[in-house]
């Protein structure tokens, strides 16, 4: 186990429909990551919060939005669903502290299943 | 731009065996690391063994080992004893060190998948 938790671990829905990812980093890790994987395009990176602050992103599409909140959980809201975002969606987390070589590592979360019918 | 290149979509090896799967990258910052993660059919990714560039020495998990080659930019991974429990997809990825920046986003190759047989 990890330490990141993310729910739901399946998510069914349909065509032009919104739903939210929810993500809870290790205790202590400042830093969320939220990633795409699917079977054309592998492991894709979407955004990045540290703090409640956006740090980066990535090969994220308009229609989907993030944040990370005081309490450093963080949702990945995707809207006006295609069949093409059928995919897992990885969040991970990492510390920002220099602390026992785990800076700078990513720990991912089990990942929620979406599918888009 | 970062590249990283897993030539083997797939693998076997038998158990007890020693398997070395490849991993070559592409980049022109000096310091960075570089990781290896399994995939197992539950999907969930775990962290295998990760590496700093400007180490010099090759990082070891148990059974778990990596050549790292900075000049020829390889970094493969070698497991011994191979267990039923380590078939899996593996994945190695590259992450540009802190100091190159606030993107600390993790760039993936493609994976190998390994089959370990009875």
């Known amino acids: 186990d990890s330490g990141v938790t993310q729910t739901p671990k399946h998510l069914i829905t349909a065509t032009g429909q919104r739903v939210t990812l929810r993500c809870s980093p290790r205790?202590?890790?400042?830093?969320v990551y939220w990633y795409q994987q699917s079977l054309d395009q592998g492991l894709q990176f979407l955004i990045q919060?540290?703090?409640?602050?956006?740090?980066a992103k990535g090969n994220i599409l308009e229609r989907f939005s993030a944040q990370q909140f005081p309490d450093l959980h963080s949702e990945l809201n995707l809207s006006s669903l295609e069949l093409g975002d059928s995919a897992l969606y990885f969040c991970?987390?990492?510390?920002?502290?220099?602390?026992?070589?785990?800076?700078?590592?990513?720990?991912f979360g089990p990942g929620t299943r979406l599918t888009v019918l | 731009a970062q590249t990283v290149t897993q030539s083997q979509p797939e693998m076997s090896v038998q158990e007890a065996e020693t398997v070395t799967l490849s991993c070559t990258y592409d980049?022109?910052?000096?310091?960075?690391?570089l990781f290896w993660y399994k995939q197992p059919p539950s999907r969930q990714m775990i962290l295998v063994i990760r590496?700093?560039?400007?180490k010099q020495q090759n990082a070891t998990e148990n059974r778990f080992s990596v050549n790292f080659q900075k000049a020829a930019k390889s970094f493969s991974l070698k497991i011994s004893d191979s267990q039923l429990g380590d078939t899996a997809m593996y994945f190695c990825?590259?992450?540009?060190?802190?100091?190159?920046?606030?993107?600390?986003?993790?760039?993936w190759g493609l994976g190998t998948s390994l089959a370990v047989n009875p």
């Open positions: 919060y540290y703090n409640g602050e956006e740090r």
């Open positions: 590496q700093e560039a400007y």
């Open positions: 990825a590259f992450m540009k060190h802190r100091n190159a920046g606030n993107n600390r986003k993790l760039i």
């Open positions: 205790s202590g890790d400042l830093s």
């Open positions: 980049t022109s910052e000096n310091n960075y690391y």
């Open positions: 991970a987390s990492s510390s920002s502290l220099l602390a026992g070589g785990t800076t700078d590592t990513q720990y």
